[in-house]
């Protein structure tokens, strides 16, 4: 029945197309549908698979004009060269040239991934590649997975993925890759023409461009050692009559190629050189000290000069990224110094990668930048101006009332002259709650200087009785809400649901390590009710040990943070709202998402996404159970929160191809020569017993 619907499709196309020859003098065509069809190659030289290639320049030959996208990151050439080729798009025809000999008895393997597209639509030839041997062998083994990053499941495009027959832990710092390829767009590699052997595997997100690892590069590598294999297997298909009779039993020999399920996931060691970038004197007061990182501990610090200072002459800011310190001075005499130097002893790196203490001079001197100078002296001669003003208005002032006259104008004019010369008072900036709270929120006072004193007598809360007067409420001592925020404070107490509050703040209740004081401050709040929260507990199944959970919200960015305890992350009085769950199997214990060491042969910490979004409602009280292996890991994250896509023309191809494969009920079932449909891409970490799937 397939064979005849094929002969009957075609003489209906023969049809039409004579109908339209004896039609083309009537009018001109107004196009037709969308080419959503990849360039197609017809020939090359050498042919592919060519053995026993002695030549340093491949042509191969499509049936439109081609371009070639992100030749740099895209294309890559197995065994990897020392320099690089010469590829070009010319027309209907890629050249790729070599510039250095080829190795002898070696299968090379030219993977254009995702690179060619035609010039008309952009359709893209997704995994093409082009292989030739040197020998009178052409190696045909394959490799193939999918790269996710560790931290959050993304699929990594344009990542390089090589194979090292050394299986020493020093290959991936000091060789270049056996074999390599790239991922496409969907994070998915193929690793072709692949000699018999045991092979290491890695990913690298090759920056340098040097095909081996240095330790800022973002890698994955499995521990175990891969087996590439290959294995036959017959499938049938069998063509009706029209009285749905069996009229042909097809059979056909394919060819599977494993592993073909290689999960790697990619993270970043975050292993950086540790030295001091920069000193600065960033005003009379402050002093800044810049780290290339994070520092593991702090340095200590002696002053050289002035000679004369008070022991306690700073107060040290240590921002979140700790790789900064901020001396906020508090020494009138170092304030007024035009130059303070320090010694300063800290951690750095060594040539050797490893942490050494070094002792540095550091010298602050006092900068006036051109701006500011002129603002100085512009404020001081306006003054200077209305001082003489205000001088000849008193001599007039003296001489009127002298003749007499009425000075009440004059008087008003001098009085207001006077008060724009009064030196105003500094007063501290400072914040507390008002409007609308959250049930999570805390009491704060925050200022816009580091505090350095907040009076307990001077800060009253009220809370509003049912009667609609006021009651006092005890207030715990208030502690900086976090060990480097010196500008906020907080209360450790639980506010009540659904209350109205009223805060006041004294005035001299905060002042700052200058002992600038605040004016007098009131404002009211109003905490959120129960009924304006919902609810969510998961059932978290499928794993043994410690974690914990992320509620995310539609940008992906992290809301709330609980532990998974019996089994259960709790989320409580949370906001209506649409959110997605993440969780982190927290093999140390520590709170928080680890990411891996290859010296160490530490993997990254598991991560999984609850496939669906959750949406919950005001007042409401949802609990869902969650099998963290019950989704592959590739198809976790929910598209919504995905930061990375396929290309849309590449998702517009696939659509196409598989409306065209429906029609035409030609679908290979079998296809081998990439990346099973059935396949999860499950790895070692997700597979198995633990995922509840058979070993394929």
Known sequence: MKKLRHIFFVAVLTLLAVVGVACANIGSPEGGPRDYTPPVMLSSSPIPGAVNFSGKKVEIHFDEIVNIKDQTTRVVVSPAPKEQPIIRAQGKKITVEFQEELEPNTTYVIDFTDAIEDNNEGNVLDGFSFAFSTGDHLDSLQVSGMVLRASDLETMKNVLVGLHSDLSDSAFYKQRFDRVSRTNSRGEFVLRNVPPGEYHIFALNDVD??????????????DKVIVPSASDFTSQDTIFTFDHRIDTIMTAVHTEFKPNDVLLSLFNENWRSLYFKKSERQGDNKLLALFSTTLPEMPTT????PKIYNDDWHLLETREAQDSLVYWLTDSTMIKA?????????????????????????TFAKRRNSSEIKEREKVAKEREKREKELAKLEEKLAKQIEEGKDVTDLEDEIKGLRETLKEKPVLLTVETNKGSVEITDSLFIKSNSPIGHIDPGGVHLEIMNPDSTWQAVELPTMIPSNHWDIYRYVAPMKLNQGSDYRITIDSLAVTSIYGIACDTIRSTFKVKGEEEYANLHVNCLGFEGK????LLNKQGSVVRTVDVLGKYADFYDVLPETYYI???LDANGNGRWDTGNYSQHLQPEDVFYYHNPVKLKKFSDITLTWNIYDTPVDKQKPEDIRKFHPEERDKKLKKEEKKKN?????EDEFNSNGLLNNNPYSGDKYRDTKAGRLNR
């Open 209 to 222: 461009n040097d095909y081996k690892m240095v330790r800022t590069e973002d890698i994955a590598f499995l």
């Open 302 to 305: 002696r002053v050289l000069e």
């Open 338 to 362: 035009d130059t303070i130097r320090l010694e300063m002893t800290y951690l750095h790196t060594a040539d050797n990668d490893s942490l050494m203490l070094k002792t540095d001079t550091l």
């Open 547 to 550: 974690a914990f959970a992320h």
């Open 582 to 584: 993440m969780m982190v």
């Open 662 to 666: 429906n029609e035409e009920e030609e």
